[in-house]
């Protein structure tokens, strides 16, 4: 079954206590992207990813950091989270098939800092 | 620049009415648009999406969605709303020839009378 997988599903940690969201895709895409929703303001893109070793910023990605060493994984990294880094996090992936695309969103990360 | 927009952010109908969530955007080329729910506490749920094969797209749920492109409008439609489709509604845009971003609506949240 295609799909994007996210671990842990829930989290609780207190401020400046680093924390990893593993994020991994079975479909061989190349693309994959972090989103962070916060009531009010929708999603957000947070990095984006279009190969291994290839990564770019997105709408808002200060306080965190990702990398991507193999097609399938892309972590969300957090080296010292603060409370406004309390949120839900999605990760993504997509193809591309003549110029349309489609995506697939993991299940979601709730997060909350203390 | 690209952007999606919601025209309402809530929307009440009753039970057996029809729903319509609008939504525009702006892209400079035929893009890929989808339409999600996110149910309370929920992950994204795909409903449907449009990559060219038809302007009329149907999706899960006896939702659908026309395409036009002369109005640069994507609408999610349904005949008559049943209690479960209370949720949020997001319109994406993922605009075609390239480019890393998936754009967000600001959401719909729908609410069904009994």
């Known amino acids: 079954e295609a799909q994007v997988t996210q671990n842990p599903r829930y989290l609780i940690t207190v401020t400046g206590k680093k924390l990893t969201v593993t994020c991994s895709q079975n479909?061989?895409?190349?693309?994959m992207s972090w989103y962070r929703q916060d009531p009010g303001l929708g999603l957000r893109q947070i990095y984006y990813?279009?190969?291994?070793?290839?990564?770019d910023k997105g709408d808002v990605p200060e306080g965190y950091k990702v990398s991507r060493k193999e097609k399938r994984n892309f972590p969300l990294i957090l080296e010292s989270p603060s409370p406004n880094q309390t949120s839900l996090y999605f990760c993504?992936?997509?193809?591309?098939?003549?110029?349309?695309?489609?995506?697939?969103f993991g299940p979601g990360t709730r997060l909350t800092v203390t | 620049a690209q952007s999606v927009t919601q025209l309402d952010s809530h929307v009440s109908v009753s039970e057996g009415t029809p729903v319509l969530l609008r939504c525009n955007y702006s892209?400079?080329?035929?893009?890929?648009l989808f339409w999600y729910v996110q149910h309370p506490n929920k992950g994204l749920q795909l409903l449907l999406k449009?990559?060219?094969?038809?302007?009329l797209v149907k999706g899960i749920n006896g939702f659908e969605a026309e395409f036009k492109k002369s109005e640069t409008s994507f609408h999610l439609t349904k005949p008559s709303a049943h209690m479960s489709d209370a949720a949020e509604y997001f319109c994406?845009?993922?605009?075609?020839?390239?480019?890393?971003?998936?754009?967000f609506g600001a959401g719909t949240r729908l609410f069904v009378k009994a």
């Open positions: 993504a992936s997509r193809t591309e098939d003549r110029g349309f695309f489609e995506q697939y």
């Open positions: 449009y990559t060219s094969a038809a302007t």
């Open positions: 994406v845009v993922i605009p075609r020839g390239g480019g890393f971003k998936t754009i």
């Open positions: 892209s400079s080329y035929s893009p890929s």
């Open positions: 479909m061989n895409h190349e693309y």
């Open positions: 990813s279009m190969n291994v070793e290839v990564t």
